[in-house]
């Protein structure tokens, strides 16, 4: 016990350390020879992701084997040429893409942004576009509004946007549509179409092109002139976003004056042919299609089931190391000396006070502010697998404070009185009698934190972390298959929860020693077993 007692002593003076280590050399400005682009690598044909470096496509930051490619890569590529800067592509959800940007995360965005005055009021963006379009409806092919040529055609229509897009205001225009919850990403709205939920989705022409290219399942509906949205040109005008005050934003105009309408269309064309499709899935099964997607993107899957593990884990174990530490601290006896007193009130409000901001706020929101909002306020630059165990693991510690300070009360409070007796200090007692106990006691609802963990980590594709749901959901981009693709997650989910529940009920098994120790038996019956003097109604 004298051991776990120093080895717990070391993990917790080692993770702060650890913590504001990577902190301190995470302020390093980024080298001027890099120029950042941020993207959601999932807007094809603007951007998507692929596994090769095919048709010019470039290596996404922190992601073994993957490649962004799309318009808004050969963009990117065209203005990093001219910076004299060596591209590097970071992969982004699109609510995450200002708040990298403003805290200098990445230096541009490039995703098909439109410079709205809502966004114009947090960054610049380049007064030359480099891109104009037109708004769409995608529909499912065999839906009834495929024959649609005009707005007041999806009377009644279930229709949405994205969020966070001014296309989701633009649904207004159609005479009674029945108007949806703005959806996060265009993959989620893809399930919605395909599956019945919506009607439709507001999309700009080039990415209902390539969606409708990539699967049969959609149809892109234009509208007759004149009877189509009423649009500003600004509104369809795709422009690069940067910092305020960026002096970069003058060679980015530059670059883009010369970007004409004829080589835009050039390029999109292009590259809604280069996007990669599987045709041959057409012709399959369900079943054929998710063992053919499980084959093709087993790397992809394993290793975003790794990560996942790896952060569960790591993060329940730290947590747990700091559920311990708070436990023993808050159950301490109180100190005669009046200064350490005051201190340890102090102490014992400021991990209250923890407790209930970890516990009541949601672990996505946790994440959004630790890994953007330390990087904008105190500009530090954390590192997104070190920041997604840093959250992980706080985010365990409020909840195991608590759940460890159940444990050591459901301890017979004799014992604390017997060691007392004995003469034993709180240090000691806790060390050599009640934590080994309390770690028993508290061992099925830690198993329990661990699934969780392996489950939530997923809220962490906010901060681009490559888990296994962000591996999944960057498949399913790839090959527009959604429900066979998380129809692949949904069972590696199941099989790492199930088996690590299975494991820890072993471990429960072994930690209650032999098999014949029943604690809730009656013990009438325990030893009417192995005496034939008694009965189940006692001694005869």
């Known amino acids: 016990m004298n051991k776990l007692h120093a080895r717990l002593k070391i993990l917790i003076f080692i ?30 044909p603007f951007n998507w992701t692929q596994d090769n470096n095919k048709n010019g496509a470039v290596a996404i930051d922190g992601v073994k084997n993957q490649y962004a490619n799309g318009y808004d890569v050969h963009i ?19 609510d995450g893409l200002v708040p990298a940007l403003k805290s200098g995360k990445i230096d541009a965005i490039i995703a098909g942004m439109t410079p709205t005055k809502e966004r114009r009021q947090e960054i610049d963006f380049s007064s030359n576009s480099y891109y104009i379009s037109s708004l769409v409806i995608v529909v499912n092919s065999t839906g009834k509004y495929t024959q649609a040529k005009r707005l007041s055609d999806f009377k009644g229509a279930k229709i949405t946007a994205q969020q966070g897009t001014f296309n989701y205001q633009f649904i207004k225009q159609i005479p009674g ?69 960026d002096a970069n934003l003058t060679i980015v105009n530059d670059s883009l004056q010369t970007w004409t309408k004829a080589k835009q269309n050039s390029l999109m064309a292009k590259m809604i042919k280069l996007q990669p499709v599987d045709k041959e899935s057409d012709q399959e099964t369900f079943f054929s299609q998710v063992i053919t997607i499980a084959k093709n993107s087993a790397p992809q899957f394993i290793r975003g089931a790794g990560l996942t593990l790896f952060i569960a884990l790591i993060g ?119 934590l080994p106990q309390a770690i028993r006691n508290i061992l099925p609802a830690t198993g329990n934190e661990f699934v969780i963990n392996i489950k939530d980590t ?13 591996a999944g959901n960057t498949v399913a981009t790839q090959n527009f298959q959604y429900f066979q693709t998380f129809t692949i997650i949904a069972v590696i989910y199941f099989v790492m929860t199930f088996t690590i529940t299975r494991i820890l009920r072993l471990i429960e098994k072994k930690m209650d020693g032999q098999t014949n120790y029943l604690p809730y038996a009656n013990q009438m019956q325990v030893e009417d077993a192995s005496d034939s003097h008694y009965s189940l109604k006692g001694r005869i």
């Open 15 to 44: 993770f702060p350390l650890l913590f504001a280590l990577n902190c301190f050399f995470g302020t390093k400005i980024q080298a001027k020879s890099v120029f950042r682009v941020g993207m959601e690598a999932g807007y094809a």
């Open 76 to 94: 990117a590529k065209r203005l990093a040429k001219k910076l004299n800067r060596k591209l590097v592509i970071v992969k982004t959800v699109w």
């Open 177 to 245: 549509v029945k108007r949806q919850t703005a959806m996060r990403d265009f993959p989620q709205m893809r399930q919605a179409v395909e599956s019945g939920i919506v009607d439709g989705y507001v999309a700009e022409r080039p990415e209902a092109m390539s969606a409708k290219h990539a699967n049969h399942a959609f149809k892109m509906v234009t509208f007759n002139e004149g009877e189509g949205f009423k649009i500003n040109s600004e509104d369809t005008t795709i422009a690069v976003g940067m910092r305020k005050g």
């Open 316 to 434: 329940t174990l730290v947590g747990l190391v700091i559920g311990l530490a708070i436990g023993v601290f808050r159950t301490k006896p109180k100190s005669s000396n009046k200064f350490i007193y005051i201190l340890d009130q102090l102490i014992t409000w400021l991990l209250s006070f923890y407790i209930e901001i970890f516990r009541g706020t949601p672990m996505i929101v946790q994440a959004m502010v630790i890994y953007y909002g330390t990087a904008l306020a105190f500009h530090l630059n954390l590192d997104r697998t070190f920041a997604a165990l840093f959250i992980v693991s706080i985010n365990t510690g409020a909840y195991m404070s608590e759940i460890v300070r159940g444990g050591i009360f459901a301890v017979d409070k004799g014992q604390f009185e017997a060691a007392q007796a004995l003469g034993m200090t709180h240090s000691q007692t806790m060390m050599k009698i009640v």
């Open 458 to 470: 997923s809220v962490l594709n906010v901060i681009s972390v490559v888990e296994l749901y962000f």
